[in-house]
């Protein structure tokens, strides 16, 4: 029998369903640039985030670069380095100085009580992150957003399918960006998406995702980020299935925390108030005063048994070569404690309970 465990594993729609939806591209011919199936995923997405303006995109990264540039942002930009380089990079890619704030240790979003300290003249917007499916304190971030003019840009990758008191993640802020990559809640195999507020943003989106035509006028240097049939229809096949994809997840998420919870030298993930969550990961922060080894230990503890387990986020992006000596460097122990402390155990859709005990009794055996 194979025991092995990976950290993560694609959800998968039924093959017929897939087939069925891309048969028809055979006929048509017609692969991408605005297809059917892209329009088609398109309006089925602004109907599930309750949102009027989603643009697809051929990755969440290329959407968050789009994004940046959409919304003509220049100078610096509040976020947090507890992120995947993904976050930093766009941000640096597109000209920006990121201006690391820390972060929560219960919910591992972005610290609302250290972002008006670190706002200057040349600060033009926040780009926060959600992390693991817990949401940023939007409230809070909206009125600082709000009193100095910033604009409100969310990493959203972590938050399809989170809502708060029934409002999605997605309409937050000015704009959101959500990754549709293989090993997401929800995939395109590769894509993503840009959720806008507002109407002149998101024509501005697709117009940089088309190279930035527009007809016959070549308005701005856009570049080619469009998403193709063939991962639109994935995500048609599987957002008619992600409630039950999410709620596979929880079970094996409940597990998790049933057997860990109150651990001496664990820390779970904070359950966030009113706050619907799509069991993403499932982080485990390990103290190793009181736990009695280290969160390298217990990688090389579950390795032996064949069990994947990922340091993520790790290291923090704030290490980036090109920041090096770099004035904007904030000190932030928060996110540097948990970055050096913290695990995703294995979590995906179809984890069965059985597993997810044998994960927990190899963590639980390391208890000294
Ligand atoms: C996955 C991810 C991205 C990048 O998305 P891609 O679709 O892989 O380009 C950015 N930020 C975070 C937090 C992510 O998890």
Not at 184 to 207: L, P, S, W, Y
Not at 276 to 296: H, K
Not at 302 to 313: N, S
Request: glycine content about 6%; hydrophobic content about 40%.
């Amino acid at each position: 029998m194979d025991n092995k465990v990976l950290v993560t594993r694609s959800s998968m729609p039924d093959f017929d369903d897939y087939i069925n939806e891309i048969s028809p591209l055979w006929e048509s011919r017609w692969l991408t640039n605005s297809g059917v199936k892209h329009n088609q995923l398109e309006a089925e997405l602004c109907s599930y985030f309750n949102v009027t303006n989603t643009a697809l995109c051929v990755n969440g990264h290329q959407a968050l670069e789009c994004i940046i540039e959409a919304l003509g942002l220049e100078g610096e930009v509040i976020t947090t380095p507890f992120t995947f380089v993904s976050t930093t990079n766009a941000i640096l890619r597109k000209g920006l100085t990121p201006v690391f704030c820390d972060i929560n240790p219960d919910d591992f979003t972005i610290d609302v009580t250290k972002i008006e300290q670190l706002i200057t003249d040349k600060t033009c917007a926040i780009l926060p992150v959600h992390v693991y499916g817990n949401l940023c304190d939007d409230e809070a971030i909206q009125k600082i957003a709000q009193k100095h003019g910033l604009k409100v840009i969310y990493d959203a990758a972590h938050a399809f399918g989170v809502f708060k008191n029934g409002v999605s993640s997605a309409a937050l802020g000015d704009a959101s960006m959500f990754s549709f990559h293989a090993t997401k809640v929800f995939h395109t195999i590769e894509g993503g998406a840009a959720v806008f507020k507002h109407q002149e943003d998101h024509n501005r989106f697709n117009q940089l995702k088309n190279f930035g035509m527009k007809g016959e006028c070549l308005e701005y240097e856009g570049t080619n980020a469009k998403m193709n049939e063939f991962s639109a229809a994935m995500g048609l096949c599987n957002l008619r299935r992600i409630s039950q994809s999410i709620a596979s997840r929880r079970v094996a998420a409940d597990r998790y925390r049933e057997r860990l919870y109150g651990v001496d030298g664990i820390q779970l993930s904070a359950l966030q108030k009113d706050v619907q969550s799509n069991y993403a990961y499932f982080p485990v922060v390990f103290d190793p005063e009181t736990f009695g080894c280290t969160r390298d230990d217990v990688i090389e503890a579950l390795a032996k048994q064949q069990i994947g387990a990922r340091k993520y986020f790790y290291p923090l992006t704030s290490s980036l070569q090109s920041l090096k000596d770099k004035p904007i460097i904030n000190h932030t122990p928060i996110a540097e404690r948990i970055s050096n402390s913290v695990l995703c155990l294995p979590l995906y859709e179809g984890l069965d309970v059985q597993t997810v005990d044998r994960i927990c009794d190899t963590v639980l055996s390391l208890k000294r």
